[in-house]
């Protein structure tokens, strides 16, 4: 952010402007605008320090972070500055914050492209929650899927709550946003899973690699990705039990299990 | 709650006392005194009428939601309170409030005992998260785990977190506290599955009827538990994904999916 410049330690207060210029990050439009974004908490932030330093443009943490982590910091050349918990606190957005707040530039593109006659991958068709979406990401992280999809009416990648649920995994997968149809055409996608109500047991199809198509919390995947859905599936539940769905979170769980467990152990 | 008492419709407006009350019931203390919970939210209120309306005290609620059910509420005798936005808003613990709240009675402990050598369940070791509590009580539900088992530690089944996450299935599915070592001797649990880092991998075990404990969100499976497990189970990861966990909500869809599969589906 290139309004902002101070020194590199000691404890400057934070100016009205530098608060209210972080806080407006809060926001995709001011995002976007900086290329910027927020990530929190001491482990996220000690591991962006170790693993994608690139990413940090500066630093805000208390006394105890900044003590551990100034040599490495003063070597890679990072701003940082420290604050007090009440000045933390008007910068954070989390409810309790911990410790660390990192400003990080947007990720370049990567070049590399998904192959999807090896892999499996998802794409998230309009999931709004970011707990849900950073939880996905945390999930294809586990399982080893290096790119996941979303429609541009999904959650943004860099909304704070998305980072901060992906625990550290914003780092190792990258979100693309593409229309579905476009996706499939590009990429030329042959084997298009669908998670709905009234698909193939999960257990008992043989599953291939492709794109698995999640729904939005509410209602599902639209009427318009439907069409491109050539293998519907649906997780079986226990007779009668009168629950009528999982959520979006638990339910790609479920799925990105059964095609780890089909594709890379049993073969 | 014994002190509120009034009409049964018509815009009364809640007073300081009754609006104090209510509120108190976010705290496990009150609730105990009480024995009363708060459920909150149109489906999860309309699924209360429904299907268990012996759980039923009272009822606060928007115009739409009064007009819809109020027939069906005096056929039940059970009192209802319209209240505007405003008001509904002081009571939900909600941060959008969702046009009905309802005070609860607390179940009566269900009877039937539940068979470990037929079914498999769960016991939560100190899961504390109120959503991750209630997702596990929405899948236990979904996987048809009629009963599932918690530490005194793990978060109150009555939180009223916990019952807004459940979406409904607090309804169908018991959670009964124990101490993992009285419980395993109580009911002659031969199979303690536990949910490790250095277990077998779960997919690669023929997996049996019993318990399966889920640790806490930080900490992992108490060292006094871990001496109970019998079968320790890691769910695999992707070679090298940097990924240290899944939480304990992904974790335990995965593992009762696989349970499921296994024996539910497969025999």
Redesign the interface.
Known sequence: MGLIKYANLGEIMLSKNQIKEIQSLRLKKFRDEQNTFIAEGIKTVAEIIE?APILLQEIFATKDFIYQYKTKLRQLNIHFTEVSEDELKKISLQSTPNHALALCNYFKEKKDKFDFTTNFSFYLDDVRDP?NFG?IV??A?????STIYASETSCDFYNPKVIQST???F??VAVKYAELEQLIASEKIKTVYGAVLTGK?L??QKLQQGLIVIGNEANGISELNLKQITHPLT?????N???????A??AT??IA??F??QL???S
Chains 1, 2 share one sequence.
Do not use: C, D
């Not at 992280?141 to 899927?145: I, R």
């Not at 997780?235 to 007779?239: A, D, E, L, R």
């Open positions: 693993q707990g939880t945390r999930l992280n586990w399982f080893g899927v625990m550290g995994a780092l190792r047991n257990y008992q997780i079986p539940s226990h007779q039990n009168g629950t009528e769905s999982l959520n979170a638990m769980s479920i299990s059964e780890f467990r890379k152990v049993q």
